[in-house]
């Protein structure tokens, strides 16, 4: 009954446009959009969360489309997830993840962590192989890893000789707490 109550609550804040207001660019971080979310997710959700992710970028190399994993305990799958595009609230859903379901998401402590997603961008941009390449979208995860909460960053860049196609270069992993690269798994030759 509660789990209907609260689904009809966050569908009635969509169509008011109540806490989904649109954030600007400049506000439209992962840990913005969790702050959002938080306004109209079942509060034995709140700031429960076991991952975010995106969408690959377009445009630009912050993403518009934003996924948050709530950790919600009323929930079949005990996953809510709120979908922000452009900063705005499109879709709340419960998603059916078996396997988290039978193991037990591993929630992220997010308040504690330091490197937000335009600070983990920043910091992968210094990385000395993606100076001279022209990257054109990225694509962001975070989640609780043996080395603790970590941001991996997909990076695609244009082939060379070729501006108007773009290829998948790799993956860069940081620390969402301290902001130091743990691993960089990319292949900038493909964009060759």
Do not use: C
């Amino acid at each position: 009954m509660k789990s209907r109550f609260f689904s009809t609550l966050a569908l009635l804040a969509l169509a008011l446009g109540g806490p989904g207001q649109r954030l600007s660019a400049a506000q439209m971080t992962a840990f913005a959009l969790v702050k959002e979310g938080d306004k109209i997710i079942p509060p034995q959700a709140k700031d429960r969360i076991t991952q975010i992710h995106s969408e690959k970028s377009t445009g630009s190399l912050a993403p518009d489309v934003w996924h948050i994993d709530y950790y919600d305990p009323t929930a079949a799958f005990k996953t809510t997830e709120v979908t922000f595009v452009a900063g705005k609230v499109k879709e709340i859903t419960r998603p059916k993840h078996w396997f988290t379901s039978l193991t037990g998401a591993r929630q992220l402590d997010w308040k504690k962590l330091k490197i937000n997603s335009d600070h983990a961008l920043a910091i992968a941009l210094k990385e000395p192989t993606l100076k001279n390449l022209h990257l054109r979208a990225t694509q962001f995860w975070l989640e609780r890893t043996a080395n603790g909460s970590t941001w991996k960053i997909r990076f695609w860049a244009a082939r060379l000789g070729k501006p108007d196609q773009t290829v998948d270069i790799g993956d860069l992993h940081l620390s969402a707490k301290t902001g130091e690269i743990l691993k960089t798994d990319l292949h900038t030759q493909s964009a060759d």
